[in-house]
C-alpha cells in the first residue's frame, strides 16, 4: 500500500563498469527502479535531510556527508530557516573507496601511522580546489551525517552500544572528535573490535571515516561538531512529502472548480 516512494543508488552505481547492469536486475527481480542519482542530487538530499539539525548563527555552514564510495561537503546559507545551497563538492573518497586504495604499511603503529597520513593526504588533495574557493567564516558552523561522525559521537558519549536519540542532534566539540580520530587510527584491528559502537563490521572501514573527518576539519576548522542520524533517506522522505502535498492541493483546486464549473 505504498503511495508514493523513490529508490536511489549513489557512488557506488556511478563509477561501477555494471552499474546499469545492476539497476535492470535490481528492476526485473524486484520490480525496484533505482534512480542513478548525479553527486550534486545527493549532496542536496543530504542537506534536505539533515539541515535542521545546524546550530543557530550568522553566515555561511558546512554539511557534510561521508558515503562508502563518495564524500559530499556543501557550504550552505540558512537566513529564513531553509537552506540555500552556496556551493558544494563531491569527492570519490568514501570509507570504503579509501580503504581499498590506501597501502598497507604492516601492523606496527607506525605503519598504521603512516597509511593513515596517505588517507589523509588522497583526501586533501581531491578538496583542495574547493578549499580554495571557501567563503571567509566568523560564526563557523559545522554538521556531519555518516556512520563515521556517529561512531565517534558514541564513543565521545561512552556509549555500551549505540543510541539513535543520544546521538542525533548531538554537539560536540570538534577537539575531541579530533582526537579520537587519531586514537583510533593508532589501534590495531583487533583493538578497534573491541571498542563499543565499533565492533567487527566496522573496525576496517572506521580509520579511513577518521581521515576524512580530520582533513574536513582542517578545511572548516569549527569548535564545535553537529551530529546528525539523518540524511539521504530523510531528505527523500521530504520531498516525497512535498510531492504529496502538492498533488492534494491540485487534486482540492480541481475539485473547487469543477463544483464552481457546475
Known sequence: RVMLARSVAT??????????????????ETGIKLDVIAAQEEARLAVLGCHSLLEQGDGPALIFDIGGGSTELVVV????????????????????????????????????????????????????????RLPARHAVRLLGTSGTVTTLASLHLELPQYDRRAVDGLIVPAGSMRSLSQRIAGMSPPERRAQP??????????????????????LWPADRLGVADRGIREGILRGLIAAGDEGERSRAALRRARRTNA
Not at 17 to 25: D, W
Request: some cysteine; glycine content about 8%; hydrophobic content about 40%.
Open 77 to 132: 546559507e540558512t537566513e529564513n530557516g531553509q537552506p540555500t545551497i552556496l556551493d558544494w563538492q563531491s569527492a570519490p573518497w568514501g570509507v570504503v573507496s579509501l580503504t581499498e586504495a590506501s597501502a598497507h604499511h604492516g601492523q606496527s603503529e607506525t605503519g598504521r601511522q603512516r597509511a593513515y597520513e596517505e588517507m589523509r593526504g588522497h583526501v586533501r588533495e581531491a578538496f583542495a580546489s574547493f578549499a580554495a
Open 11 to 28: 557512488e557506488a552505481c556511478r563509477r561501477a563498469s555494471n552499474g546499469a547492469e545492476f539497476v535492470a536486475r535490481v528492476y526485473r
Open 197 to 218: 559502537c565499533i565492533g567487527r563490521e566496522r573496525s576496517d572501514l572506521v580509520v579511513a571515516g577518521c581521515a576524512i573527518l580530520e582533513t574536513i576539519l582542517d
